[in-house]
């Protein structure tokens, strides 16, 4: 039962044009969605989140959309640049006992490639 | 500082024999958590340890055990190991202990394990 869900295996995009990478979860008791970057032979890398109770989230050319009613994220990247090909992770956070316990469920993830 | 570091790098066993991997978590961490990310798949939620206990387990069966030690570094286990159990193990830190909200967790680069 996947609970986290990026129906896009792959994406291609031009260099300085938009990236807008999906996401739709099942469990609405999610607190807090996140994106994480990985490259190969690297572990993934954070890159930005939104707490459940926000429907935005931006920082610098990465902005996050949470659309609640819809179980829907998404990752905007504006302008795209060849360095951020990579796989991106979707990954939703459960939170317990005040923060001391928590659990991150990821979707399967989607290679993005931008090409110059 | 040198992050969440994890060893072996790579490691190739046979079916039914048993393994460690380790994992030492970024300086200031008191919380580790492990995945397992098969080919194709997101990272899955094995397990999270704190103050030495396990506090949180995924769907994975008895022979995936743990152990977290005093200086916070940590020891996944894997018992008679299995074809299926091919994947890259990954580590995770952050720090917990009641504050009260989600901080970042921090990936290492993760254990490459084959079992042939």
């Known amino acids: 039962d996947q609970q986290v869900k990026q129906n896009s295996p792959s994406l291609s995009v031009q260099e300085g044009r938009i990236s807008i990478l999906n996401c739709d979860y099942t469990?609405?008791?999610?607190?807090?969605f996140l994106w994480y970057k990985k490259y190969p032979a690297e572990g993934p890398t954070f890159l930005i989140s939104i707490s459940s109770i926000k429907d935005k989230n931006e920082d610098g050319r990465f902005t996050v959309f949470l659309n609640k009613s819809a179980k829907h994220l998404s990752l905007h990247i504006v302008p795209s640049q060849p360095g951020d090909s990579a796989v991106y992770f979707c990954a939703a956070l459960s939170v317990w006992s005040g923060g001391s316990n928590y659990k991150l469920t990821f979707g399967k993830g989607t290679l993005l490639t931008v090409n110059p | 500082d040198a992050g969440v570091t994890q060893s072996p790098t790579h490691l190739i066993k046979t079916r039914g024999q048993q393994v460690t991997l380790r994992c030492s978590p970024k300086s200031g961490h008191d919380t580790v958590s492990w995945y397992q990310q098969a080919l194709g798949q997101g990272p899955q939620f094995i397990f999270q340890?704190?103050?030495?206990?396990?506090?949180q387990r995924g769907n994975f069966p008895d022979r995936f055990s743990g152990h977290q030690f005093p200086n916070y570094s940590s020891e996944l286990n894997v018992n008679a190991l299995l074809l299926g159990d091919s994947a890259l193990y990954l580590c995770?830190?952050?720090?917990?202990?009641?504050?009260?909200?989600?901080?970042?967790?921090?990936f290492g680069q993760g254990t490459r394990l084959t079992v042939v």
């Open positions: 469990n609405s008791m999610f607190d807090y």
């Open positions: 995770a830190s952050s720090l917990a202990g009641g504050r009260g909200r989600y901080t970042e967790a921090f």
């Open positions: 340890y704190y103050e030495e206990e396990e506090r």
